[in-house]
């Protein structure tokens, strides 16, 4: 599809969204920290960088973790400045 081919293409990061018992856990080694609260930590991690999931990290007990394209308003922004 062309939106997905556009998203690989121009998008720069992913976004993790880690669910935990507690926002105790230092996750900056993965990526930037953009919001943490209520056990949710959600990271911006480059595409190129494949971080160790903070699944495995062993630092807080993980109940769920989502890994998302950035939205397509940013893929658009971003194709834009391009041009």
Known sequence: MAIERL??????HK?????LEDCLAD???YGEVVTCE??????????WKQPESPATAGQST???????????EEVIE??????
């Not at 209520?38 to 990271?43: E, F, K, M, Q, S």
Request: hydrophobic fraction near 40%.
């Open 7 to 12: 998203v690989q293409r121009f998008s720069t």
């Open 15 to 19: 976004t993790i969204v880690v669910q």
């Open 27 to 29: 996750l900056h080694s």
């Open 38 to 47: 209520d056990g949710y930590v959600t990271l911006r991690v480059p595409k």
């Open 62 to 72: 993980v109940i769920d973790l989502t890994v998302e394209d950035p939205p397509i």
């Open 78 to 83: 971003q194709v834009l400045r391009t041009l």
